[in-house]
């Protein structure tokens, strides 16, 4: 299948810094990728769909101020979680949707943010 | 998107064969019927998909029913990297995921 890469696999930070996590898909374009969110022992939670050259859509209850996205390339997009606190401690997994009818999204590895 | 109803937890013992079920009753006739699953504290990875016919490749088999109103992913022979939580989705391309509980599936040595 089609690879998706995620960087950083794990970061660690303090209160109030903002962290940016990149997704990348390596061997195809998408011009749709997903960020999803996912608590210890729950389900991944979506939080964005981001199109490549236009605003991301944010699910309820997400603040888009919070959570920045930014889709400037058919390969890559970006969560930016700013000012971030404790609570933001999550999994966040990012997805990237290949071009074909069959709508297959592809996931990366994860990013492991722990907030001080 | 159709809701999907998946058990809690499933045993396989290793070297038999896993069949996880799933519940896709309100599912429309567009809509596939994705299988993805996840081990601890990565990604989730993609298995198989279908919309109407059996599906098979080289991880899995997908049985879908004729009223389609149910599923069931067969992994042949279960070994102890199977161990995972496996999702089952049904909707329509172009639309989001949203992933249900799904299975954890333990393969017992």
């Known amino acids: 299948g089609a690879v998706v890469s995620q960087h950083p696999s794990r970061v660690i930070c303090k209160s109030g810094t903002s962290v940016k996590i990149e997704c990348r898909s390596l061997d195809f374009q998408a011009t749709t990728m997903f960020w999803y969110r996912q608590f210890p022992k729950q389900s991944l939670m979506l939080m964005a769909t981001?199109?490549?050259?236009?605003?991301?859509?944010?699910e309820q209850g997400v603040e888009k101020d919070k959570f920045l996205i930014n889709h400037a390339s058919l390969t890559l997009s970006t969560l930016t979680v700013t000012s971030a606190h404790p609570e933001d401690s999550s999994f966040y997994i990012c997805?990237?949707?290949?071009?074909?009818?069959?709508?297959?999204?592809?996931f990366g590895a994860g990013t492991r943010l722990s907030v001080l | 998107d159709a809701k999907t109803t998946q058990p809690p937890s499933m045993d396989c013992a290793e070297g038999r064969a896993a069949n996880l079920p799933c519940n896709h009753s309100t599912i429309s006739g567009n809509e596939y019927v994705y299988w993805y699953r996840q081990i601890h504290s990565q990604g989730p990875q993609y298995i198989i998909h279908?919309?109407?016919n059996n599906e098979t490749n080289e991880m899995a088999s997908l049985i879908i029913t004729e009223d389609r109103k149910s599923s069931t992913l067969i992994l042949p022979h279960a070994t102890l990297r199977d161990t995972a939580v496996y999702y089952c989705?049904?909707?329509?391309?172009?639309?989001?995921?949203?992933f249900g509980t799904g299975t954890s599936l333990t393969v017992i040595p």
């Open positions: 997805s990237a949707r290949e071009g074909s009818a069959e709508n297959i999204q592809y």
């Open positions: 981001s199109n490549e050259g236009s605003k991301a859509t944010y």
């Open positions: 989705i049904a909707m329509n391309t172009g639309n989001q995921f949203y």
């Open positions: 279908g919309l109407k």
